[in-house]
């Protein structure tokens, strides 16, 4: 029965089989496909077409404007020289045209508020799609970890139904030569059965692995799908060097911009009670002809340029608590920075120290697993030899395929630990 000793280098060794998808294209093919990812990009799209100096108001505002009415009507005159008009259907004319820039040179600084409230606008949604991508990229991997430990699963379960047929074929021998009962024959169908029907339940779980890997993908749950098995741990993480990281996570960017951005409105609030002055420069023609009365013909034309001000003087204190109320507002937003930055802080400590339990346990669970194994090489060798019975050699394989099955767990809690910790830190790359 050599197969038992495949069995302890089971999980290792199929790591080095590499499949179809690598991680890193699974995740760019999350990225090009993922529906939330295509939204935030047209988000950015249209913050970034909204951040320009026209939509602030700072630039002049150039008008052209064009009239021309015409009249048909009758008149009746009588001037003071005697002379009487009377006529119907007479026609007037009037034109009127000018082209004539509006430039708002100060308003209390309302347009430099507006103009850096786009800027963090943009910027927002700019960390809004680095958050959905890292979002993104946390799930994919833990899909992809979850296929991953499930063909671990299934080749330990294929690998132990080897064991198993192996075993009962050393005993029907027994048997034939009277050295073994029906009894022990019996337990050994058993095992066999039992072990396929555990087999199918793990091509079943397997298959829902990649079903669920294919929907974070954006593809059609029946897409053919294989990955690599080259899974790898990380270099031991720092903590200090995850919080001094954590200034990049994307909540706490987007709640420090909300912080600038409530602030530009208290800018705009104050700025109301501030003077505005404008000017106004351009050209005009007027030209209106008749053809009767006393006037036949008028026209005019020139340039002209003129500013107005405007004072606020009292308003019946509106402005006075806007600007008190945008103050309020700053404060909430204060509070809002600080308690998402303590709750970051503390979820970085909580996943700190899974990461650090998990580690632990996948050495325990290494050494735990190569001690059940040496256990089965033993109880095998005492099995060949006739001085174990087929209960003591089933017990010594339950104890090394559930050492062997917490091993390859505790070895895929680790990864997703490393994932959460550098999720949290706001500096997840590719696992």
């Known amino acids: 029965m ?31 496909n993922n529906w939330n990812t295509k939204i935030l990009q047209n988000n950015l799209q249209i913050a970034s077409n909204n951040n320009f100096a026209g939509n602030t108001g700072k630039l002049p505002r150039i008008t052209l404007n064009v009239a021309d009415n015409f009249q048909l009507f009758g008149i009746n005159q009588q001037l003071s020289n005697g002379t009487e008009i009377s006529r119907n259907g007479a026609v007037s004319n009037n034109l009127n045209a000018n082209i004539r820039a509006d430039w708002q040179i100060f308003n209390g600084g309302r347009i430099w508020a507006l103009q850096e409230r786009l800027q963090i606008v943009e910027k927002n949604t700019e960390i ?10 946390a799930q994919v991997a833990a899909a992809y970890l979850e296929i991953v430990r ?6 330990l379960q294929q690998t132990l139904l080897s064991i198993t047929q192996e075993r009962l ?14 009894t022990d024959l019996s337990l050994a169908q058993l095992d066999v059965s039992n072990q396929e029907q555990v087999i199918r339940s793990q091509e079943l779980a397997l298959k829902q692995a990649k079903i669920n890997l294919n929907l974070l993908l954006a593809q059609n749950p029946d897409t053919p799908l294989e990955v690599k098995e ?34 530009t409105f208290e800018k705009e ?3 109301q009670k501030m003077p505005s002055l404008t000017i106004s420069a351009g050209y005009s023609y007027n030209r209106n002809n008749s053809t009767a009365g006393f006037l036949l013909l008028n026209q005019n034309y020139g340039a002209f340029v003129g500013f107005n001000l405007a004072v606020p003087l009292y308003n019946g204190d509106i402005f006075n608590r806007q600007y008190q109320t945008a103050q309020l507002q700053t404060k909430s937003q204060e509070l809002e920075y600080n308690r998402i930055r303590q709750e970051l802080q503390t979820e970085l400590e909580r996943q ?38 087929i209960i003591e050699i089933r017990e010594a394989q339950r104890v090394a395929e559930i050492s062997e099955n917490r091993k390859i767990q505790s070895f895929f809690n680790v990864k997703l630990a490393e994932i959460q910790l550098l999720l949290v830190a706001g500096n997840i790359d590719t696992p």
């Not at 809004?128 to 990229?137: D, I, P, R």
């Not at 001094?244 to 706490?252: A, G, M, R, V, Y």
């Open 352 to 389: 700190w120290q899974n990461y650090l339990i998990a580690q632990e346990q996948y050495q325990i669970e290494t050494i735990s697993s190569q001690n059940a194994q040496e256990y089965l090489k033993i109880m095998d060798k005492r099995f060949s030899l006739g001085q174990a019975t």
């Open 269 to 271: 609030a104050k700025a």
């Open 169 to 182: 074929k050393i005993i029907q021998k027994r048997v034939e030569v009277g050295t073994a009962n029906q």
């Open 2 to 32: 050599k197969k038992f000793l495949y069995f302890p280098f089971l999980f290792f060794s199929g790591l080095l089989f590499a499949q179809e998808v690598s991680l890193e294209e699974a995740f760019q093919i999350a990225l090009q």
């Open 128 to 137: 809004a799609l680095k958050n959905q991508k890292q979002q993104l990229l």
């Open 150 to 155: 499930q063909k671990q699963n299934l080749k």
């Open 230 to 263: 080259n899974v790898t741990l990380k270099e031991k993480l720092q903590l200090e060097s995850l919080k001094s990281s954590l200034e990049q996570n994307p909540q706490l960017e987007i709640a420090r911009n909300n912080l600038k951005n409530s602030l």
